[in-house]
């Protein structure tokens, strides 16, 4: 029996909805077939917008969506995607297999996409191959409301009104393919680049994130914020609200990857292993950032995360299309909680991708859709988005093998606005369920219900079976004043409302 304390009166940090943030690359499947097909398509689509993975998106409240890259954003160049389709530039996608890249989704077409999402925009800048007057243009093309050459142009494409960019990033893995920088150069071209992405929008500034680190690279994040930390925030313009981290877990290591349905029972710990490394990664640059910014202004915005393998076989290895079983499913779940539980610092993460891509939500083949089991994670923790968390512990005992251990189970609460306490919980022991006695401190438990989602370690869905892995109700949680006594089945994820 797993004793878990939650104190519901005991509110911790805000849950920023942007934490359930996603990532939309042009990469492979993951725009074009996956969520755009154009509106000549077979395949029902609104504006050329899949129908069927909009809806599903929506079922789970995209807040925001990260674009056009990833490696992608530092080599693209946005006037080649605005203007008449059929006079845009076709081109090589030298970065991902080396496709052609027909710029039929651009800037137009990504705002429509995130108005159906109903979700925020979050555009990525080009610093590693672009100018600072085209990061400018951009700028300008999409958020200025007055008279410029540039607002004539956006008008003449058919767009009258200005959009609203939430946030935009000032580059992507510069210390990488975003142009191979050491951090001081690096952040020398921040501070140039960010002063000329103008919040024209004075009610609606825009949030700039600068390029963070790969991993444990912590030279970068001190390097980096003692260039431009302290005088940029004084300066009229230019102020950092947010300083990226990547991290994708590598079951074999980056060369091997290995694969994402076949593994044994220690490659399944690794992963969970690597998984919860994100932990560690978080503590240790949220504490270089603690030093210069002890304030919190400026947020941990890990926008890249999720599982990394080797691709499907017989597909383009530059598409990175991967398969999806409950093992991500527990990735997900406890980095989500680990997110939620260091909410303080963790402003906004974005899956690594949202559709056809490394850990996506959705897969497509042709007109079929399938959800994975990372998508019902998204679903059961989707009551977290701008909730309080609260305080919440337990002792769970360690599982694995050999080397790779790790607590059993792993958790986080909230309480959100209407008062509803919401909890989840995953078990990440692949063969045992685990009986759990819950304490619930400062409310009263009036009802409970719960949902879901388990299955063997494998288990996956696929278009010819995509409902093997769903969420399902839980009724086994029953509540004797303020307990909560309830037995979690071996490899799942739980979601609890408590009224
Ligand atoms: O998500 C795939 C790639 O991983 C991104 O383009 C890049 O930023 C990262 O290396």
Redesign the pocket.
Same mark, same amino acid.
């Given at each position: 029996m797993t004793n878990y304390i939650i104190d519901a009166g005991k509110p911790v940090a805000t849950i920023h909805r942007e934490i359930y943030g996603h990532f939309a &690359?042009h $990469?492979g499947r993951g725009i074009y077939q996956g969520i755009y097909v154009g509106e000549g398509s077979p395949i029902p689509n609104e504006n050329g917008m899949r129908r069927d993975v909009v809806e599903a998106l929506r079922a789970i409240r995209v807040p925001v969506l990260r674009w056009p /890259? /990833? *490696?992608?954003a530092d080599e693209y160049h946005w006037m080649d995607g605005i203007g008449p389709k059929e006079s845009r530039k076709r081109m090589i996608n030298t970065h991902w297999g080396g496709v052609v890249e027909d710029n039929s989704f651009g800037t137009h077409e990504f705002f429509e996409l995130c108005s159906q999402l109903g979700c925020m925009a979050y555009v990525n800048g080009n610093v590693g191959s672009g100018t600072v007057q085209e990061m400018s243009e951009w700028v300008e093309y999409m958020t200025f409301d007055g008279v410029s050459p540039m607002t004539a142009l956006r008008a003449r494409n058919g767009q009258e009104k200005p959009w609203r960019v939430d946030y935009f990033g000032v580059g992507? &893995?510069n210390w /990488? *393919?975003g142009g191979n920088m050491n951090p001081e150069f690096y952040a020398n071209l921040y501070r140039r680049y960010q002063t000329y992405v103008r919040d024209y929008d004075k009610a609606h500034p825009i949030r700039r994130i600068c390029c963070g680190a790969n991993v444990d690279d912590y030279e970068w994040t001190e390097q980096v914020l003692s260039t431009c930390y302290r005088r940029t925030q004084k300066a009229q313009h230019g102020f950092m609200d947010g300083l990226s981290l990547?991290y994708y877990v590598h079951p074999e290591g980056w060369e091997i990857k290995g694969s994402a349905t076949e593994f044994d029972t220690e490659t399944f710990y690794k992963t969970l292993c690597k998984a919860r490394y994100m932990e560690e990664l978080i503590e240790k640059h949220g504490a270089i950032l603690d030093r210069y910014d002890p304030d919190g202004h400026v947020g941990l915005i890990v926008d &890249?995360w999720g599982t990394w393998y080797t691709v499907e076989p017989g597909t383009n290895p530059g598409f990175?299309y991967q398969q999806n079983t409950m093992r991500d499913a527990l990735v997900a779940a406890l980095t989500l909680d680990i997110f939620n539980k260091h909410a303080k610092r963790v402003r906004m993460a974005n899956l690594?991708?949202m559709v056809n891509v $490394?850990q996506s939500v959705l897969l497509t083949e042709g007109e079929k859709m399938i959800k994975t089991p990372t998508y019902h994670v998204f679903d059961l923790y989707q009551a977290h988005q701008d909730a309080q968390l609260v305080e919440s512990h337990m002792e769970a005992d360690a599982i694995g093998t050999g080397e790779w251990t790790l607590p059993r189970l792993t958790e986080s609460a909230s309480v959100a606005a209407d008062g509803t306490l919401h909890i989840t919980l995953s078990n990440l022991d692949p063969e045992h369920a685990c009986p759990i006695e819950t304490e619930i401190r400062g409310r009263a438990v009036r009802k409970v219900t719960g949902r879901v989602l388990h299955g063997e370690m494998h288990a996956k869905n696929t278009f010819d079976a995509p409902e093997q892995v769903a969420v399902t109700p839980f009724t086994d949680a029953a509540a004797e004043g303020n307990r909560l006594r309830f037995t979690m089945p071996a490899c799942s994820v739980l979601s609890l409302r408590v009224e």
């Open positions: &690359e $990469l /890259g /990833g *490696c992608f992507n &893995e /990488g *393919c990547h &890249e990175l690594a991708q $490394l």
